[in-house]
């Protein structure tokens, strides 16, 4: 026995070093802190974009201690300086994930306590803040009180969640899944029909919708459709919409197609992850004006709220279909299974071990209440009109009047349009004080931006302007040159 406990309490102190003193907590937080303040102080002087093709091998583990200075160094060089910096207030190129500060916080305390945020029994705090959470974002749209809700890792996984109770209420499975129909438009997001693929329904019927000059579903060609599968025997069960497009911003006519949704018996999702916040806003709110017909919805806090990546929201008004879809037993759970306790958030979707990420959205929405994030929202769009009076000033030609945050323009070159857009994204990449995406429309090539950044304010959109009209000269002398 004694053999035993040496031989313990020698493992003991070799990983002692797992819990460090309190001097040194306090000299590696105050190393963390220095670092994250040096970043956020040089952010607007900071690129926004800086390509590697390289991955270092300075992230080998090699089984050895290294220093927290040698670390962050590494962090600083590799990570940080390198890729798309989704913290500046250039990034105006894809939908930004905000990385408000207040986060950081709440997902220090978070991981500190480390709350199993999965059952209520193990953490009654931790559910309930995830539980305050969906309620206030069912609130906001109009959703019932006995609606269910999950924070997920982000809008796949929420969408994810929807979709299987979309499936598992309709029953669709085996024989059924080749005659099933599900509606959508070609600027649906992809991670809509990659969540179809994983929940077993690659072989349904997938009907892509025309949409307008504003990218927005054709009601008249949905309920052509539904009429003409129907007759051809087959079996709509699903409508997906948007509310903001991820590639031109576009707000889908929500309560026509749920007013259809409901006459025909079928389940309408919408997929509000990069635009629902913007319900915020007053100036827009009327866009989502049936929005509560849905059945259910995703919106994702890492965008419209500013929050760090990681967090995207689901809320489903049949609780039961989302019960089928992810309740789940076993008998080493027995202790915390009980009847008389709140509802599981590991019942509400396919995470078993959750992350307490709900302290990422609940420390700042206490902290700060709700009107600045509004405040933030309603600049955004005003800073899109803003771009996009700049941009015609540069002669760009610009896509139509975004219903929210996402713009698209192109030179107009004639055959060589393509060539000439192509050439000028390239430019603004390389220089990278500003970073823009791109899309294409109609089988053209378009850049787009993008405006949700907390941190993109006028002077970010000035620099950015700045940068275009240098690389549109550089461009125009190339192609002179070139012919």
Not at 227 to 251: C, E, M, Q, W
Not at 295 to 313: Q, R, T
């Amino acid at each position: 026995m004694q053999e035993l406990i040496d031989r313990i309490r020698s493992w003991e102190a070799k990983s002692q070093v797992l819990e460090p003193n309190q001097d040194l907590r306090n000299k590696e937080l105050t190393s963390v802190s220095n670092y994250a303040n040096t970043f956020l102080n040089a952010l607007p002087e900071t690129k926004t974009f800086e390509f590697s093709e390289e991955m270092s091998d300075r992230f080998h583990i090699t089984g050895q201690p290294h220093s927290i200075v040698e670390i962050l160094d590494i962090y600083k060089r590799e990570v940080a300086e390198k890729g798309i910096n989704a913290a500046s207030g250039g990034h105006l190129g894809y939908i930004p994930g905000g990385g408000i500060f207040a986060s950081a916080l709440g997902d220090f305390l978070a991981d500190v306590t480390n709350e199993y945020a999965g059952i209520f029994y193990a953490s009654p705090g931790a559910v309930a803040v995830e539980t305050a959470l969906i309620d206030w974002i069912k609130s906001l749209f109009s959703y019932p009180s006995d609606a269910v809700g999950n924070l997920a890792s982000g809008g796949s996984i929420a969408n994810l969640i929807a979709l299987a109770a979309a499936r598992d209420k309709y029953q669709i499975k085996g024989e059924k899944v080749e005659k099933s129909v599900v509606y959508l438009s070609a600027q649906t997001h992809h991670c809509v029909t990659k969540a179809l693929r994983i929940i077993g329904l690659e072989d349904v019927v997938l009907r892509t919708l025309p949409i307008d000059d504003h990218s927005r579903i054709q009601i008249e060609a949905l309920s052509g459709a539904i009429a003409k599968d129907r007759s051809l025997g087959l079996n709509p069960f699903l409508v997906i919409g948007s509310a903001g497009t991820t590639d031109t911003g576009a707000v889908d006519p929500l309560f026509e197609i749920g007013t259809i949704c409901k006459e025909e018996n079928l389940w309408f999702h919408v997929d509000a992850a990069y635009g629902g916040f913007f319900i915020l806003a007053e100036s827009v709110r009327h866009l989502f004006r049936g929005i509560e017909l849905s059945d259910s919805l995703v919106v994702d806090p890492h965008k419209g709220l500013f929050l760090p990546y990681g967090i995207g929201a689901v809320i489903v008004k049949d609780r039961e279909a989302v019960f089928h879809s992810n309740r789940a037993g076993a008998d080493y759970m027995q202790d915390a299974y009980r009847e008389d306790l709140p509802v599981n958030p590991s019942d509400l979707g396919p995470e078993l071990t959750k992350h307490f990420r709900g302290m990422r959205m609940w420390l700042p929405l206490q902290l700060y209440g709700t009107e600045p994030f509004a405040a933030c929202l309603e600049e955004k769009l005003d800073l899109t009109r803003y771009i996009r009076l700049k941009l015609a000033d540069l002669g760009f030609n610009l896509g139509p009047e975004p219903d929210l945050s996402v713009t698209y323009f192109w030179m107009d070159r004639g055959d060589q349009s393509d060539s000439f857009n192509r050439h000028l994204l390239k430019l603004i990449h390389e220089e990278g004080s500003a970073y823009f995406s791109s899309t294409l429309i109609e089988g053209k090539f378009v850049i787009r931006s993008a405006i949700l950044s907390f941190r993109t304010r006028i002077i970010s959109v000035d620099k950015a302007i700045e940068l275009i009209s240098r690389c549109l000269d550089k461009t125009q002398e190339h192609f002179e040159k070139g012919s």
